[in-house]
């Protein structure tokens, strides 16, 4: 029922910046989490940045000063800016949703399709 549909990935230079976008359709409850997650090869996945409904947000402390999310709930959409990129941000970046969504009760993640950011030296 629920769909996350990401965009903005690629190959970028250190020193640049990327905005990734992600946008999630179906029925979901308005009080949720909405953030990024990345997984580097042989990595497990881990959590770059969340920001919830009320707008309060979570950063990794690599990130903290370089990435900022931001969402828009008129159009269920949470973004990524990401700023001074670098070669160790390269990975496979998964949009994220926890959310109560259709007739379900409980609260479950939702993920994208992942998209990839490479960082070149």
């Known amino acids: 029922q629920v769909q996350l549909m990401e965009s903005g990935g690629g190959l970028v230079q250190a020193g640049g910046s990327l905005r990734l976008s992600c946008a999630a359709s179906?029925?979901?409850?308005?009080?949720?989490?909405m953030g990024w997650y990345r997984q580097a090869p042989g990595k497990q996945r881990e959590l770059v940045a969340v920001?919830?409904?009320?707008?309060?947000?979570n950063y990794a402390d690599g990130v903290k000063g370089r990435f900022t999310v931001f969402r828009d709930d008129a159009k269920n959409m949470v973004y990524l800016q990401m700023n001074s990129l670098k070669p160790e941000d390269t990975a496979a970046y998964y949009c994220?949703?926890?959310?109560?969504?259709?007739?379900?009760?409980?609260?479950?993640?939702?993920w994208g399709q992942g998209t990839q950011v490479t960082v070149s030296s």
């Open positions: 179906g029925i979901i409850f308005s009080i949720n989490t």
């Open positions: 920001i919830i409904s009320g707008g309060s947000t």
């Open positions: 994220n949703l926890n959310a109560r969504a259709g007739s379900f009760n409980r609260y479950r993640d939702y």
